[in-house]
T-cell receptor
Framework: EPEVTQTPSHQVTQMGQEVILRCVPISNHLYFYWYRQILGQKVEFLVSFYNNEISEKSEIFDDQFSVERPDGSNFTLKIRSTKLEDSAMYFC????????????????FGDGTRLSIL | KQEVTQIPAALSVPEGENLVLNCSFTDSAIYNLQWFRQDPGKGLTSLLLIQSSQREQTSGRLNASLDKSSGRSTLYIAASQPGDSATYLCAVFSGAGSYQLTFGKGTKLSVIP
């Protein structure tokens, strides 16, 4: 079964450094998402992306964050200047295009990238 | 703002027992609800998606029900096995121009052999 792939599985970075998290969504999917989960807390939505632009973002997704689809297969999340509180598990997800079934398409998640800020 | 709550936070049962995990949400205007499984240090595996027009959805030993008007869903696991041990998350999709899933904190299930 097709799956969402994320690299690296674990990233350790010094505070203030830039970090790029990479994702390869399921190939025929057109909607892409980033979520994060701080240890012991809920999974939180960061951003959704469709047709090469952000369709929705949360309050967490401030100017330090950006997303990009640099080619036909990759989807990246960049954090420009990392802070200690950015330490979390970051999940990428993708879903099928919105079809005649409306919004009833499941989101499929990758295994996540554990980001540790020192 | 949609809030999702899962009770209990943790549950320990002997192998073979049937069990029910609960999820409640504050805004009943949802398009669907997804149940996920999360193993330690791993990603989220989608188990079931139940649409707002549906009452139940089944996959193998799993059965999810949805009572949209009361803002509740349950995940029923029949004949539990040690391999079912994981954290189970529910997430609601409200649609209406929003694409985000809103998650509960999860129920950590331990099935004792």
């Amino acid at each position: 079964e097709p799956e969402v792939t994320q690299t690296p599985s674990h990233q350790v970075t010094q505070m203030g450094q830039e970090v790029i998290l990479r994702c390869v969504p399921i190939s025929n999917h057109l909607y892409f998402y980033w979520y994060r989960q701080i240890l012991g807390q809920k999974v939180e939505f960061l951003v959704s992306f469709y047709n090469n632009e952000i369709s929705e973002k949360s309050e967490i997704f401030d100017d330090q964050f950006s997303v990009e689809r640099p080619d036909g297969s990759n989807f990246t999340l960049k954090i420009r200047s990392t802070k200690l509180e950015d330490s979390a598990m970051y999940f990428c997800a993708s879903s099928d295009p919105i079809t005649g079934q409306g919004y009833n398409q499941p989101q499929h998640f990758g295994d996540g990238t554990r980001l540790s800020i020192l | 703002k949609q809030e999702v709550t899962q009770i209990p936070a943790a549950l320990s049962v002997p192998e073979g027992e049937n069990l029910v995990l609960n999820c409640s949400f504050t805004d009943s205007a949802i398009y669907n609800l997804q149940w996920f499984r999360q193993d330690p240090g791993k990603g989220l595996t989608s188990l079931l998606l139940i649409q707002s027009s549906q009452r139940e959805q089944t996959s193998g030993r799993l059965n999810a029900s949805l009572d949209k008007s009361s803002g509740r869903s349950t995940l029923y696991i029949a004949a539990s096995q040690p391999g079912d041990s994981a954290t189970y998350l529910c997430a609601v999709f409200s649609g209406a121009g929003s694409y985000q899933l809103t998650f509960g904190k999860g129920t950590k299930l331990s099935v004792i052999p």
